[in-house]
Nanobody, 116 residues
Framework: QVQLVESGGGLVQPGGSLRLSCAAS????????MGWYRQAPGKERELVSV???????NYADSVKGRFTISRDNAKKTVYLQMNSLKPEDTAVYYC??????????WGKGTLVTVSS
């Protein structure tokens, strides 16, 4: 069983920055692919970014060049640095961990609101 706890959400003005963190309880954290998803009001949950166990990263087109995912395996934590935030980035952001030998796990989410 893996527990994920997100933090770092909040209210920010357009053009501002936030850094989300996701702390995991997983053993063998380094073997999990870690990702960030988001769900805006009235919309489906969508992938924002993923960092695989090998360190490869991928981003949704809507956040490329603005968001950066990173992980610290020693701290069992994954981060999402979000810059140049836009109102359309407003959503609940969820942390995700997955491994074929373990399963898929979700955090409870952290709310990001981009508004002036």
């Amino acid at each position: 069983q893996v527990q994920l706890v997100e933090s770092g959400g909040g209210l920010v003005q357009p053009g501002g920055s936030l850094r989300l963190s996701c702390a995991a309880s997983a053993s063998f954290f380094s073997l999990y692919d870690m990702g960030w998803y988001r769900q805006a009001p009235g919309k489906e949950r969508e992938l924002v970014s993923v960092c695989t166990s090998s360190g490869s990263t991928n981003y949704a087109d809507s956040v490329k060049g603005r968001f950066t995912i990173s992980r610290d395996n020693a701290k069992k934590t994954v981060y999402l640095q979000m810059n140049s935030l836009k109102p359309e980035d407003t959503a609940v952001y969820y942390c995700n961990a997955r491994a074929k030998w373990s399963g898929v796990y979700w955090g409870k989410g952290t709310l990001v609101t981009v508004s002036s």
